[in-house]
């Protein structure tokens, strides 16, 4: 949003953005000598009210939940003010919440009654409290985030991975060879797993901006059932002509001992990320325990 501008983003990245302000003026809420606007009479709550109206807009079905998280911001707006022994500024506030004499009345009213009885602890604003405010947005927050729902780095990387390779293959396409043997046909196809792996690798450091992502890449491994990432590197030609059956080693064995110890069976795919095992897959380090 800052690089590309708010109005560029799409909307459900937009709402992040407006939840992640209204957060931080909800958690400064009760600190009125912060600011967030630049009229330094607008309280944090004031301004978080703004950004819940924002929000509201984005939102194609308001519930009671919407009005709820409303009606609770502008009453700990006034609620704030009066604890702090502010009297004046909290009808000052009042004014400008409720700028349309018509909107809400009955609330208008209510505060305005509060305010002149100059009682920061009537039982309006208890029942009202500051604390049932943080749960009813976190309540907002956590449906958000389920609706939201995604893994950003995957997608992202797969359309990667996707546009690469459509453009190798335009790029690569010939008339089938008829003579063409099963062992070439299976070498195609795993040079082409290998394209894919690659791609996914380069797609992976661009999104994580040249960062450590060997947590990223482990995820990736038990997905795809690979060898740690070193032993892909290592046994590159290996992939790239097949795997051949091959005898377990002794030190292998003590491998896969020592990963079962660690992180219990049935857990092949970390067993097999975190040992040095000689081309092996998740598969085959289950069959080779069953025979141990």
């Not at 330094?40 to 009671?64: F, G, M, N, V, Y």
């Not at 377990?248 to 064995?253: K, S």
Request: aromatic share 10%; with cysteine.
């Amino acid at each position: 949003a800052v690089i590309n501008g708010l109005s560029k983003i799409a909307t459900q990245q937009k709402k992040t953005v407006y939840l992640c302000q209204l957060l931080t003026r909800i958690a400064k809420g009760k600190t009125l000598d912060c600011h967030f606007e630049n009229d330094q009479r607008i309280s944090p709550l004031e301004s978080a009210l703004s950004i819940w109206t924002l929000i509201e807009r984005e939102d194609s079905k308001h519930d009671k939940l919407h009005e709820d998280i409303r009606r609770l911001i502008q009453i700990q707006v006034v609620a704030v003010h009066m604890e702090k022994g502010y009297f004046k500024e909290a009808a000052e506030v009042l004014e400008r919440l409720f700028t349309d004499l018509e909107s809400n009345k009955p609330l208008r009213m209510k505060l305005a009654t509060i305010i002149k009885s100059k009682d920061p602890y009537v039982p309006f604003l208890q029942n009202f409290s500051y604390n049932l405010l943080i749960s009813k947005i976190k309540s907002y927050v956590e449906l958000f985030m389920k609706d939201s729902e995604t893994n950003f780095l995957i997608q992202a990387a797969t359309e990667q991975v996707e546009a690469k390779e459509l453009g190798a293959t335009m790029l690569q396409k010939e008339p089938a060879n008829v003579n063409e043997t099963k062992e070439d046909s299976n070498l195609e196809t795993n040079q082409r797993f290998v394209f894919r792996t690659i791609l996914l690798r380069d797609s992976l450091d661009k999104y994580c901006l040249k960062a450590d992502f060997s947590l990223v890449w482990t995820y990736f491994n038990c997905l795809l059932d690979l060898n740690s990432l070193q032993n892909v590197d290592k046994h590159a030609d290996a992939w790239a002509c097949g795997r051949k059956r091959q005898r377990w080693t002794y030190a292998e064995d003590l491998q896969l001992k020592s990963g079962v110890r660690e992180f219990g069976v049935g857990n092949w795919a970390k067993i097999l990320v975190h040992g040095e095992f000689n081309n092996r897959t998740s598969v085959m380090l289950k069959d080779r325990w069953r025979t141990l």
